[in-house]
């Protein structure tokens, strides 16, 4: 495999398991000194342990600002540069529309928009002159999603605009940014969606993708072969969303 990364570090938030940690795994197979964020110090670090090269487990909630400030410096610290951010964090809860929360809102907006937005200001201060690369997973749910999931799906939507007025106000800094939008992909997230486990919602198993199927794809948005790709969305979910 290509080494696209050798020389440089990469954040990836929610790496211990699942797409995080396929993402984690294919940035340091091709060269990436990578940083896993999890929310659990011991899971971070288990994760960081899989992976071949240079890995470092972090704590992090990444709705807590001190605390992504704190990775941020654990990876300066260590590594020496941040070129790679990727927002891959993400909380999921289903309701009624009319029974959210004021708290249910905040607890899943704070961790899939809140995180990537703090994250996205420690990339701008601290990604040097040669610029870096920030990729947002994002979800299928920011462009056309189901019932009982508003929260998620607004905060996804949210994760699209902030990727395009990122990439404007990163250009003249050499900062990409780009969102991969996943569809249903084989990790605890789907198969504990209560519209899935009630048959409310129902997949056709050639339209469940793998973590490494979207690692892919934020392993080229993120390398130089995409130098000329800001601002934009790629749709990784085997063609589902095109027959919805």
Partial sequence: MAERFTGKCAIVTGAARGIGLAIARRLAEEGAAVVLADLRQQAAEHAAAQLAGQALGVACDVADEQQVEACVAAALERFGSLDVVVNNAGRMTFNRLAEFTQQDWLEVLKVDLVGAALFTRQAFRHMGTAGG???????????????????????????????????????????RANAVLPGAIDTPMLWDNPNIRSGAETIDPTDVGAPADIAAAVAFLASDEARFITGTTLVVDGGRLAML
């Fill in 133 to 175: 690369a920030i990729v947002n997973v994002a979800s299928i749910h920011a462009l056309q999603t189901s019932q009982e999931a508003a929260p998620y799906a607004a905060a996804k939507a949210g994760m699209l605009s902030l990727t395009r007025t990122t990439s404007i106000e990163g250009k003249h800094r050499g900062i």
